[in-house]
């Protein structure tokens, strides 16, 4: 059977017949395997998560049972993820978080306890440009993440009404560190990884065309080898995500920013606080912040 036109091997201009394709519904894992000829077989595997589309390419000496495993691993963490901390499912931990924590302190996983505790920190970090709090109501005497208290125990609670937290601009850096710690344990070491095309973590080496991977953003190409490439911004003027937390007001304009980071997690909370820093915070943040390869990419478009 040939590739189809998904497969790596398709997309470099090298057909393959030693595909083999398990076409699911959306819900569920699609994959393809390829034996390599060096011993060094090929896994493509595609599937939703976190309102988007995790795609998987992993090269090792395993079989094709071993390598959906591996899948199937990655998968099961990132759904855990989700059901943790996706504010937009009411029955994920953070959802309670926001529905009660000004009423009572919510007892949450240890897993979303260190989450907020590292967002809170990385608040502080980038002098209030990544705010998982944008989307509180406001307060003229502080920053409303200020508001937010992590107990020792687990317990999370609000010191006022009007709290939201929303970690959507976070999840996929921490999930990406998630999937490198699974892929260790499971002893691959090169690997592809793009959650959403805007969050993308390259090990090791590329199959086929040598030392690392390369990866486009906006109109460059970017090497990565043991990196991460995360991109925040609109990619056109009407779709506006991103709220500034110091004006309350979305960013205007088609632009977006690109960067290259050692760790998934710190690539989408600079990405983001690029994205909305003047010219004097962006010197600020890329002084304060270790930094690899071609950082920061920016593409900066007229509206």
């Known amino acids: 059977m040939p590739c189809s036109p998904d497969c790596p091997r398709a997309v470099a201009g090298r057909s393959s017949t030693n595909c083999n394709f398990l076409h699911h519904n959306a819900l569920e ?67 309670k978080v926001n529905r009660e924590a000004a009423a009572h302190p919510v007892v949450v996983d240890e897993e979303l306890m ?77 690997a592809l990884v793009s959650l959403g095309r805007s969050s993308i973590m390259a090990l090791g080496d590329h199959f ?33 995500h991103i709220i500034h937390p110091q004006t309350g007001q979305y960013a205007e304009g088609r632009r977006a920013v690109s960067v290259v980071t050692a760790n998934g997690i710190e690539g989408e909370v600079l990405s983001t606080s690029l994205f909305l820093a003047d010219d004097v915070q962006r010197q600020q943040l890329m002084e304060r912040f270790a930094v690899k390869g071609t950082f920061p990419v920016f593409h900066d478009y007229t509206t």
């Open 208 to 240: 086929a065309l040598g030392s690392g991977w390369t990866v486009t953003a906006g109109e460059e190409q970017v090497t990565l080898h043991n990196e991460c490439l995360t991109t925040s911004g609109n990619d056109t003027p009407e779709r506006r």
């Open 29 to 95: 894992t699609v994959h393809i395997f390829r034996v390599g000829a060096d011993g060094r077989n090929q896994c493509y595997a595609w599937f939703q998560t976190l309102h988007t589309r995790a795609d998987l390419m992993l090269v090792a000496q395993l079989d094709e049972q071993a390598f959906m495993a591996v899948v199937s691993d990655i998968r099961q963490a990132l759904d855990y993820v989700e059901g943790l901390a996706n504010c937009f499912d009411e029955r994920s931990q953070l959802a």
């Open 114 to 190: 260190i989450m907020l505790r590292m967002c809170k920190e990385y608040h502080r970090l980038t002098d209030g440009l990544f705010d998982i709090a944008f989307d509180s109501s406001p307060d003229s005497e502080r920053p409303a993440i200020d508001s937010l208290m992590v107990g020792d125990l687990g317990d999370v609670r609000f010191l006022r009404d009007g709290l939201r937290l929303n970690l959507s601009g976070f999840l996929k850096g921490y999930a990406l560190e998630n999937i490198r710690h699974l892929l260790g344990e499971h002893g691959i070491a090169d």
